[in-house]
C-alpha cells in the first residue's frame, strides 16, 4: 500500500498511526497539496490528503473512508473502532469531535497564512477559534486515562492525539495544557507510543514559505 501525503497533516497522520498499530506495512509518497499540485490532481481530483493506494491499484481518499478500510482489513478483534453498541458510538462521537476540531484548527493556520496583516477576518478566525475550544472542552469532559475510553486504546486516541499534535505545531497557543490536563495527558501518552513516534513530521515536511 502506498500511503499520500506528508505527516504534517493531521488525516495523514491518522492513516498512518492507524496503519502502524495494524503493523500493515506502506510505503509513503510524500507529496505536498501545494507543491505538487499537478501530481496530487492525478491522484486526487479535490488536491487533498490523505489517499491510500491499495494492493489491487484502487486509490482511496479521506481518511475517514480509509481509515474504515483499514478496520476491516484488520478484522473485529483488532479493530480501533468498536464494531457496535455504546463503544462505537462514545469513540465515533469523540472522532468526530477531533476531526471537527482539527478542521478549525486548519482553518485558523490557514486565514492567517493566506490573509495576512489587515485582510485577515478576525470575525471568522474568532467563530473558528470559539468552536476549536467547545469541542476540546467537550473531549476534555469525557476523556478517561491512560486512553480516551480508559483500558482500550482507540481510534477516539489516534485522532485526538494527531488533532494535539497538530494544534502544537500550528496554533500552540490553542492549547494552554493546563487548562485541558486530561487531553495533555493523553497526548503525551499517544507521542510517547511507536506508532505515533514513526510518523512525527520531518522538518521539510511542511507548508511552502509565502512569497
Ligand atoms: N475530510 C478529509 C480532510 C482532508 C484534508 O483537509 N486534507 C488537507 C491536508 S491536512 C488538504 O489536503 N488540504 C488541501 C486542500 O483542501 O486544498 C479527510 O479526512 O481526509
Given at each position: 500500500?502506498?500511503?499520500?501525503?506528508?505527516?504534517?497533516?493531521?488525516?495523514?497522520?491518522?492513516?498512518?498511526?492507524?496503519?502502524?498499530h495494524y503493523?500493515?506495512?506502506?510505503?509513503?509518497?510524500?507529496?505536498?497539496?501545494?507543491?505538487?499540485?499537478?501530481?496530487?490532481?492525478?491522484?486526487?481530483?479535490?488536491?487533498?490528503?490523505?489517499?491510500?493506494?491499495i494492493?489491487?491499484?484502487?486509490?482511496?481518499?479521506?481518511?475517514?473512508?480509509?481509515?474504515?478500510?483499514?478496520?476491516?482489513?484488520?478484522?473485529?478483534?483488532?479493530?480501533?473502532?468498536?464494531a457496535?453498541?455504546?463503544?462505537?458510538?462514545?469513540?465515533?462521537?469523540?472522532?468526530?469531535?477531533?476531526?471537527?476540531?482539527?478542521?478549525?484548527?486548519?482553518?485558523?493556520?490557514?486565514?492567517?497564512?493566506?490573509?495576512?496583516?489587515?485582510?485577515?477576518?478576525?470575525?471568522?478566525?474568532?467563530?473558528?477559534?470559539?468552536?476549536?475550544?467547545?469541542?476540546?472542552?467537550?473531549?476534555?469532559?469525557?476523556?478517561?486515562?491512560?486512553?480516551?475510553?480508559?483500558?482500550?486504546?482507540?481510534?477516539?486516541?489516534?485522532?485526538?492525539g494527531?488533532?494535539?499534535?497538530?494544534?502544537?505545531?500550528?496554533?500552540?497557543?490553542?492549547f494552554?495544557?493546563?487548562?485541558?490536563?486530561?487531553?495533555?495527558?493523553?497526548?503525551?501518552?499517544?507521542?510517547?507510543?511507536?506508532?505515533?513516534?514513526?510518523?512525527?513530521?520531518?522538518?521539510?515536511?511542511?507548508?511552502?514559505?509565502?512569497?
Open positions: 500500500m502506498i500511503l499520500v501525503g506528508q505527516y504534517d497533516s493531521p488525516f495523514v497522520r491518522r492513516v498512518a498511526v492507524t496503519l502502524h503493523h500493515m506495512p506502506f510505503e509513503r509518497n510524500a507529496l505536498s497539496v501545494f507543491s505538487n499540485m499537478k501530481a496530487m490532481r492525478e491522484i486526487n481530483p479535490l488536491v487533498r490528503v490523505p489517499a491510500l493506494i494492493e489491487n491499484g484502487e486509490t482511496l481518499i479521506d481518511s475517514g473512508a480509509i481509515i474504515d478500510y483499514l478496520d476491516h482489513k484488520a478484522g473485529q478483534a483488532r479493530s480501533l473502532t468498536p457496535n453498541g455504546p463503544e462505537r458510538r462514545k469513540v465515533l462521537h469523540a472522532v468526530a469531535l477531533a476531526t471537527g476540531c482539527t478542521e478549525k484548527t486548519m482553518a485558523i493556520f490557514f486565514e492567517r497564512y493566506f490573509h495576512e496583516g489587515k485582510s485577515l477576518s478576525k470575525e471568522w478566525e474568532k467563530r473558528c477559534w470559539d468552536q476549536l475550544h467547545a469541542g476540546l472542552v467537550a473531549l476534555e469532559k469525557d476523556c478517561g486515562t491512560p486512553w480516551f475510553s480508559d483500558l482500550h486504546m482507540s481510534q477516539a486516541d489516534v485522532s485526538i494527531c488533532l494535539l499534535g497538530y494544534i502544537k505545531l500550528r496554533v500552540p497557543e490553542a494552554p495544557a493546563d487548562k485541558y490536563p486530561k487531553l495533555h495527558r493523553l497526548s503525551m501518552h499517544c507521542e510517547m507510543r511507536e506508532e505515533f513516534t514513526s510518523c512525527r513530521p520531518a522538518a521539510n515536511e511542511t507548508v511552502p514559505a509565502r512569497s
